[in-house]
């Protein structure tokens, strides 16, 4: 549920030309409140009929050379804007409440009159102006009336388990669009530079980006049916599809209109169970992967970098062996070094070892769907699926596949060539991260409540200020320092393990102020409480996150399966807020001294990271307590 509060919404801000900033007169403008209709009323259109007659009377001045041709105080007109007048346009001076009254009682008098009798009326005549878009006492019969809130019934997770162990988890909110998808239990992590084929004696392949790959080839070409014709049928429908990977879990979706939910859900289940993985897709996706990895950003190459250092390789476990790469320690996009390694049998066998035969790591989730047909659809889709004699269930204490990865620390850098565009700024981005605990840890809530205290963000805010600028890195970081372009906060939690961390992003020479305001405020959230100030202000803007992305119902979708694959439950919105305000000043300080203790993790990015100190510089800034040389 907290991976919701992470998401935000992208707002584009409207910007006036310089040559139009100009007010006009208010009579320029018309109310557009009442343009919702298609045409003008009668009254309006001899309400204009009668000014343009009355205007039509008075001849206009003629132009001289001393006075302009335009009445005193009054607006000039360029000649872009009227080209061919000599004299000021008409403008009608026509207000929205003369539009509403001649609607309401089909009067042509004048605007005073129309207004007049409009106050005397009472509020209530109102709602007869337009009965599709009120609801009053004049409600429509069409319109259902309103109904006391303690009547309504709140919606229910429920949670049946099939059979043969597939989970399914659905809320039904009533909504005309139903979103309903599959959640299984493998990612990136689960890869390998050499899997041995089975029955085969000793035949490797590598599945190294296979999980990237198989993220393109989503809603491809099926046994039954070409790319094409899938993506066509579910045009057809109405509907949306996406799917996505991560480290731990790979997302299959659809977001359909309700009526079209069964045959939509048909086509999911099809390119899940059953995708026509060829060489010739597998070439074509691999193409898009080489266009993807031209313009990755500089702040996805440093999370990458994190987890590659702060999970790094281990001793050999026997002799003197190439070191272990952890799994945690994988990256999770595909690398030019992999590509050329990735075909179609590696994509069939990674399905084969981590999706087929292993029906406890699915989960059918839906939100805007009745259970019974959620229920009828999975069993139809995937009651079959069953796994092989001798093969455990993917939820037992004995799966291999997963192997637990131990928190290293240590440095990741990376320099990147000079952008070939002069006039766009360069930055250097560095980010220092300490390990805590991950998805099953009772520092989970805590951790997230201080990842919403320190907040920050860009120095530049789309539409407009007031996000998150009362939070700790804004205050202390973006508002003090001009060289800053981006601070903020960041967590990255995994089944045994998690990060925490700050990141930054600054101009190449102040690379090293940017890396020592992050050490400094490890170092005072280590000495201090929080305020309570703080503390209420973190908690609240949490619980405003989580209750405010949980209304959509792709991320309610999103929150079911995910909570019911790692947790096999879920907890409501009521227990998160709970848990939320229990946090206090003491768990905040607990959570980072005990992060501070362990080695930290240092990734930076950037076309000149000379500035940027090492490793052992930041550790030595650790080690010897708060500095009395503060950057903030």
Not at 542 to 554: A, G, P
Request: aromatic letters at 6%.
């Amino acid at each position: 549920m907290l991976n919701a509060a992470a998401s935000t919404a992208t707002r584009a801000t409207a910007r006036l030309h310089p040559a139009s900033s100009r007010r006009l007169p208010s009579s320029f403008h018309l109310d557009h409140s009442t343009t919702t209709t298609a045409t003008t009323t009668t009254a309006t259109r001899r309400s204009f009929a009668v000014r343009a007659q009355q205007s039509a009377a008075v001849p206009p001045p003629e132009p001289s050379s001393s006075s302009p041709p335009y009445p005193k105080g009054g607006v000039k007109y360029t000649s872009n804007e009227f080209p061919d007048r000599q004299e000021p346009p008409l403008i009608t001076r026509t207000s929205a409440s003369d539009v509403i009254a001649a609607r309401a009682r089909g009067s042509s008098s004048s605007s005073t009159s129309s207004r007049r009798r409009l106050r005397g009326r009472p509020p209530q005549s109102l709602c007869a102006i337009s009965p599709a878009r009120c609801i009053g006492p004049d409600r429509p019969s069409r319109v259902p009336p309103n109904v006391p809130p303690e009547s309504l019934r709140v919606p229910d997770l429920e949670v049946t388990t099939l059979p043969n162990g597939v989970r399914v988890g659905s809320i039904e909110n009533y909504s005309r669009v139903s979103t309903v998808g599959v959640l299984l239990d493998f990612g990136s992590r689960h890869e390998l530079d050499a899997h041995e084929l089975p029955g085969t004696d000793g035949e490797f392949v590598s599945t190294s980006g296979v999980n990237h790959l198989m993220e393109l080839l989503a809603f491809q070409s099926t046994k039954d049916r070409s790319g094409d014709e899938v993506r066509d049928a579910m045009e057809r429908l109405g509907g949306a599809c996406f799917a996505t990977s991560g480290r731990e879990q790979m997302m299959y979706c659809v977001d359909v209109l309700r009526p079209n939910v069964g045959t939509a859900f048909g086509l999911l289940a099809e390119t899940i169970k059953c995708p026509l993985i060829d060489d010739g897709e597998v070439d074509e996706m691999k193409r898009t992967m080489e266009f993807q990895m031209m313009d990755v950003l500089p702040q996805v190459q440093m999370g990458e970098g994190l987890q590659m250092a702060g999970y790094g390789p281990l001793p050999p476990a026997v002799g003197d062996g190439p070191p272990r790469t952890q799994q945690l320690g994988r990256p999770h996009f595909c690398t030019p070094e992999s590509l050329p390694n990735l075909t179609a049998r590696s994509v069939h066998a990674f399905r084969e070892r981590h999706l087929l035969g292993r029906p406890g790591g699915i989960v059918v989730s839906g939100s805007g769907i009745s259970h019974r047909e959620l229920v009828e659809l999975a069993e139809a889709n995937f009651g079959h699926v069953v796994a092989p004699v001798g093969v455990g269930d993917a939820r037992d204490d004995g799966d291999d596949r997963t192997v637990p990865s131990v928190y290293t620390g240590g440095e990741y850098r990376l320099e990147r060539p000079p952008n070939p565009n002069p006039a766009k700024e360069e930055f250097a981005h560095v980010a220092v991260a300490f390990e805590v605990g991950g998805w099953h840890s009772s520092d989970l809530v805590p951790t997230c409540v201080l990842q919403t205290l320190l907040g920050g963000g860009s120095s530049f805010s789309a539409g407009g200020p007031g996000k998150g600028m009362y939070s700790r890195l804004y205050r202390e970081v973006l508002n003090r320092h001009h060289w800053a372009e981006s601070c903020e906060a960041f967590t990255s939690f995994h089944s045994e393990s998690g990060l925490f961390g700050m990141a930054g992003s600054a101009r190449p020479d102040r690379a090293g102020d940017m890396t020592r305001s992050l050490v400094d405020h490890f170092l005072k959230l280590e000495a201090e409480l929080v305020s309570d100030e703080e503390l209420d202000r973190a908690r609240n803007m949490l619980k405003c996150n989580v209750l405010t992305q949980l209304e959509s119902r792709l991320v309610l979708f999103e929150d079911i399966g995910r909570q019911i694959l790692t947790y096999g439950r879920r907890e409501d919105a009521a227990t998160m807020c709970w848990k939320i305000d229990g946090v206090t000043r003491e768990d905040i300080q607990r959570v980072i001294r005990k992060a501070v203790r362990k080695p930290p993790t240092l990734s930076t990015v950037g076309m000149d990271i000379k500035n940027v100190p090492r490793v052992e510089e930041v550790t030595r800034w650790l080690g010897r307590g708060p500095q009395t040389k503060s950057w903030f």
